[in-house]
Nanobody, 114 residues
Framework: VQLVESGGGLVQPGGSLRLSCAASGFTFSSYAMSWYRQAPGKERELVAAIPSTGSSTKYADSVKGRFTISRDNAKNTVYLQMNSLKPEDTATYYC????????WGQGTQVTVSS
């Protein structure tokens, strides 16, 4: 199983970023996928989740209305569109799939700062 995140970077408050997580090594279309984030000195927290079918997405209250999770099962990729970014969104963002155990990507850094 391999998960490779990309798309992070430095953005000003109010800006947007689109994160991608390319998956391999398992039947991507059969599994729910999630995005988590971890800021320095804080615990890793769930940001958004999407089932295998792409319906019934779930979001942390802090990102509702600003972030959108989606997936392309043909490309084995899950996305996180992040709009109206705030400094408190600064964190390393990880994607997760749980098979017999959790598998994490290496993370991509998002920094929101003027």
């Amino acid at each position: 199983v391999q998960l490779v995140e990309s798309g992070g970077g430095l953005v000003q408050p109010g800006g947007s970023l689109r994160l991608s997580c390319a998956a391999s090594g398992f039947t991507f279309s059969s599994y729910a996928m999630s995005w988590y984030r971890q800021a320095p000195g804080k615990e890793r927290e769930l940001v958004a989740a999407i089932p295998s079918t792409g319906s019934s997405t779930k979001y942390a209250d802090s990102v509702k209305g600003r972030f959108t999770i989606s997936r392309d099962n043909a490309k084995n990729t899950v996305y996180l569109q992040m709009n109206s970014l705030k400094p408190e969104d600064t964190a390393t963002y990880y994607c997760l799939v749980t098979l017999m155990r959790p598998f994490w990507g290496q993370g991509t850094q998002v920094t929101v700062s003027s």
